[in-house]
């Protein structure tokens, strides 16, 4: 799993800015200009006398511009999430019983901890600092140092629990995101809805035209971004999910396929 927290920056920034081309793009070509000629048409209508019905077509509902923010940062979400699941498939892809290559029936003395060290040092970088040739190689070192199982069992842990806080830590941006996309929502509702306080008297005088377009611009806003909320949410909670299993199972590794297999000698028990 990528540590480089410049790497992770440059990342997010370049996904940031990926997706704010990718949709206004869209917006600029597809989304608003179909808006605009439906709206002119339902205000034409209007104006003629007839009675129409409101659409609340796609085009219509996302058209604005708290919709198109709220898209934006939904897409960069989605981004940092592919990339984290990436990162993740790269950690489960080595979890593997022959990792470690320590025969059935073998005991590993804390003089032969050096001889599997060098094993899992051999590895290539990107390998060697994923998560589970981490925790191995560090348990190793302390079984050599201390001739304690005990210690070494602790040492895993402690590397699970801090890899795991590290990834919850990793999630603070896009729980933020999931945070702003609804209030930017909210923002959206409230500029309807000052809209349509402001255009009152014309809707008293008949015209309600103005009115109408206002309060749709307050309720399409919040529901384009709570919508956009929940699928976010989901797959959020779905990664936490992923990345627990992918800490229990280094965890679990460890235990079936390394402590068993410690043994200390007689004069290091005493």
């Known amino acids: 799993m990528n540590l480089n927290p410049k790497s992770d920056f440059v990342y997010q920034m370049f996904a940031l800015i990926i997706s704010i081309i990718i949709v206004h793009t869209i917006y600029v070509t597809v989304i608003r200009p179909r808006a605009n000629v439906q709206l002119e048409a339902q205000a034409a209508r209007f104006a003629a006398g007839e009675l129409v019905d409101v659409e609340r077509s796609f085009y219509i509902i996302v058209h604005d511009p708290e919709q198109e923010t709220c898209t934006i940062l939904a897409l960069w979400c989605l981004a940092i999430i592919v990339r984290k699941y990436k990162n993740g498939w790269d950690e489960r892809k080595i979890i593997k019983p022959d990792l470690l290559e320590v025969a059935p029936g073998t005991s590993i003395l804390p003089e032969d901890s050096r001889k599997y060290s060098r094993a899992l040092q051999a590895l290539p970088e990107i390998e060697r600092d994923l998560l589970l040739p981490r925790t191995l190689l560090t348990a190793l070192q302390r079984f050599g140092t201390t001739r304690n199982i005990q210690d070494v069992s602790h040492a895993i842990q402690d590397i699970c629990d801090s890899e795991w806080n590290r990834l919850d830590s990793d999630l603070s941006l ?97």
Do not use: K
Not at 195 to 217: C, E, F, H, K, Y
């Open 174 to 270: 896009i729980r933020f995101c999931t945070w702003v996309i609804p209030a930017i929502g909210f923002i959206g509702t409230v500029r309807g809805i000052g809209n349509a306080l402001i255009q009152a008297q014309r809707a008293v005088m008949g015209d309600i035209v103005g009115v109408t377009v206002s309060l749709g611009v307050a309720f399409n806003a919040t529901l384009c971004a709570l919508v956009l909320a929940i699928i976010i949410n989901f797959l959020l909670h779905q990664l936490q999910q992923f990345q627990e299993r992918l800490v229990l199972d280094t965890r679990r590794y460890c235990d079936v396929n390394l402590i068993p297999y410690l043994q200390m000698r007689q004069n290091d028990q005493r």
